[in-house]
């Protein structure tokens, strides 16, 4: 055998076999190896990426790639697949169905125009707002504390931060950002009949007319079948006697004034208080609730919140009631004035809440 020969022919194949394996693995994460591919404009960069394959579709749809390969500078916070397989779209003409209006919407509210880099975020903060596309503002919140800084955009996790590209910067995010132009959290709550009960007890409590004004609201609403599995039916809400009650331990504890509340918030004031959340009395009551958040909000991006009613801030008291939200398709409704938050069951049932208690 020349050994010479076989050496000299491996060492031609080698090459070969290595672009071939290569070329077979399964693509898996963004393309972000090679800095100098990276170095292109925003639509073409989102384009060539397999994991924000959808986002670059419905960026196509609403007739952005052409603006983002210009000059900018913008910032992208991109939603990856599965961040969109989480409200149901799957594949390109998923976008079809939607209104071109509504979709031209959600992508220009995932575009800053500016460069928007992790470190230019203040350090600890909630609810810093950047400007976009869409003409609103998106809502920021960081904690600081770990090696790289845990992020949200509208409650949603950041996956991956600071891709640079030629005209800008890009986030990954695990989740689809949710809001709604020219809408309140009343309007949100009417177009939505599964929510129908629990705006008739709005309206009868005196609750209703104020969530059209300036706000801030967070609205935790529970659905028709959560009333409903407690006995309170549409009929039943329409005979409850309001001077019997009191309306703010009843009603009022679904209702927070002047709060903006993700589901984030609550993970990332506990990381910078380190505390157990947010802590409060129901408004002009005396009755105490906490609210807090999973903690699988850091390493999945999955959104889970829970409430707790007792009967005082501290010991002794009894439990009154508890309740929460573990569907990402329920949470960070994010409107004009406020947020609506779907919550999975009641706090406050009609016999805990008579005024003789």
């Known amino acids: 055998m020349n050994i010479k020969k076989t050496g000299n022919t491996l060492l031609f194949l080698l090459p070969i076999l290595l672009v071939l394996g290569l070329s077979s693995c399964k693509h898996t994460d963004l393309e972000i190896d090679k800095p100098n591919e990276?170095?292109?404009?925003a639509g073409d960069f989102v384009k060539n990426n397999y994991d924000l394959s959808l986002f670059s579709a419905a960026?196509?749809?609403a007739g952005f790639t052409q603006k983002l390969n210009g000059t900018g500078p913008f910032t992208i916070l991109a939603p990856s697949n599965e961040a969109f397989n989480l409200i149901g779209i799957t594949r390109p003409s998923d976008f079809d169905k939607m209104n071109p209006d509504s979709l031209k919407f959600l992508v220009g509210s995932h575009i800053l125009d500016r460069r928007l880099l992790s470190q230019d975020i203040p350090v600890n903060g909630i609810d810093?707002?950047?400007h976009t596309l869409a003409e609103t503002e998106v809502y920021t919140s960081v904690f600081s504390g770990a090696e790289d800084p845990m992020i949200f955009f509208n409650g949603s996790y950041v996956s991956r931060l600071n891709v640079k590209i030629a005209n800008g910067n890009l986030f990954v995010l695990k989740r689809v950002m949710?809001?709604?132009a020219k809408t309140t959290v009343q309007s949100w709550l009417a177009a939505r009949p599964?929510?129908?009960i629990f705006v008739s007890a709005l309206k009868k409590f005196g609750y209703w007319d104020e969530l059209t004004s300036e706000g801030p609201y967070t609205i935790f609403a529970p659905k028709n079948e959560v009333f409903e599995a407690n006995g309170l039916t549409a009929e039943v809400i329409a005979g409850l006697k309001p001077d019997r009650y009191i309306r703010s331990r009843l009603v009022g504890c679904y209702v927070f004034r002047k709060k903006h509340f993700f589901v984030s918030d609550f993970y990332v004031l506990t990381q910078i208080n380190n505390d157990g959340g947010y802590g409060g009395f129901i408004e002009d009551d005396t009755y105490f609730m906490t609210i807090g958040a999973n903690a699988g909000l850091y390493y999945k991006g999955n959104s889970s919140y829970s409430i707790y009613v007792r009967?005082?801030?501290?010991?002794?008291?009894?439990?009154?009631?508890s309740a929460g939200c573990d569907v990402p398709a329920g949470i960070d409704n994010l409107t004009d004035n406020g947020i609506v938050q779907d919550?999975?069951?009641l706090l406050v049932l009609p016999e805990q809440a008579y005024k003789n208690n």
């Open 343 to 345: 919550l999975k069951g």
């Open 194 to 196: 599964q929510y129908s």
């Open 311 to 321: 009967t005082a801030k501290n010991y002794p008291y009894d439990p009154v009631g």
């Open 128 to 130: 810093i707002r950047y």
């Open 38 to 41: 990276n170095f292109r404009p």
């Open 178 to 180: 949710k809001s709604s």
């Open 59 to 61: 960026m196509e749809k």
